[in-house]
Antibody, heavy 120, light 110 residues
Framework: QVQLQESGPGLVKPSETLSLTCTVS????????WSWIRQPAGKGLEWIGR???????NYNPSLKSRVTMSVDTSKNQFSLKLSSVTAADTAVYYC??????????????WGQGTLVTVSS | EIVLTQSPATLSLSPGERATLSCRASQSVSSYLAWYQQKPGQAPRLLIY???NRATGIPARFSGSGSGTDFTLTISSLEPEDFAVYYCQQRSNWPRRVFTFGPGTKVDIK
């Protein structure tokens, strides 16, 4: 059973860079797309972007200028950096796997989510 | 950018009743639409993909239909564990893959 676990600071100061890592266990990180999705408290889901194990990325156009994703296949991890954060970036951040085959394009595994608060 | 709208925002029903949730896309997404269920404090769970296919382990009371711009998620007879928020999601491929989610429909107990 594939499991995803987010890790990183729960508090980030305004204008600084939010950094999160997702560790994948129970399966290989190879040959899948891996996404970051966030959810402000009481609100809906926002897709941030995705990365393939080759390093190829797609980002949400509304966040593209501030987002960088990377992958470390040797550690079965992928990461998110979001720069110049403001209070509007406060949210639960989920890492997730995009399925393959029939599930191509759909998220079949999610992390439990981690709350990141932007505040001084 | 494709925008998804969901209606109603809240649906108040009793266990055993039928729930009908709507998702509308601002332009055609063909059948590239999924539905997710989210319970408080939990990550979403994939219910339906490609508009009408149930994901592994999803009960038969959940069904999806539609194509193009109009989609429906139906829960034939609500069980207590079905009271949750439901999101639709589309994936567009041109000029590059982008995912968007609808704002959600909350199904609560009447």
């Amino acid at each position: 059973q594939v499991q995803l676990q987010e890790s990183g600071p729960g508090l980030v100061k305004p204008s600084e860079t939010l950094s999160l890592t997702c560790t994948v266990s129970g399966g290989s990180i190879s040959s899948y797309y891996w996404s970051w999705i966030r959810q402000p408290a009481g609100k809906g889901l926002e897709w941030i972007g995705r990365i393939y194990t080759s390093g190829s990325t797609n980002y949400n156009p509304s966040l593209k200028s501030r987002v960088t994703m990377s992958v470390d296949t040797s550690k079965n991890q992928f990461s998110l950096k979001l720069s110049s954060v403001t209070a509007a970036d406060t949210a639960v951040y989920y890492c997730a796997r995009e399925g393959s085959g029939n599930y191509d394009g759909w998220v079949d595994y999610w992390g439990q989510g981690t709350l990141v608060t932007v505040s001084s | 950018e494709i925008v998804l709208t969901q209606s109603p925002a809240t649906l108040s029903l009793s266990p055993g009743e039928r729930a009908t949730l709507s998702c509308r896309a601002s332009q055609s997404v063909s059948s590239y639409l999924a539905w997710y269920q989210q319970k408080p404090g939990q990550a979403p769970r994939l219910l339906i993909y490609d508009a009408s296919n149930r994901a592994t382990g999803i009960p038969a009371r959940f069904s999806g239909s539609g194509s193009g711009t109009d989609f429906t998620l139906t829960i034939s007879s609500l069980e207590p564990e079905d009271f949750a928020v439901y999101y639709c999601q589309q994936r567009s491929n041109w000029p590059r893959r982008v995912f968007t989610f609808g704002p959600g429909t909350k199904v609560d107990i009447k």
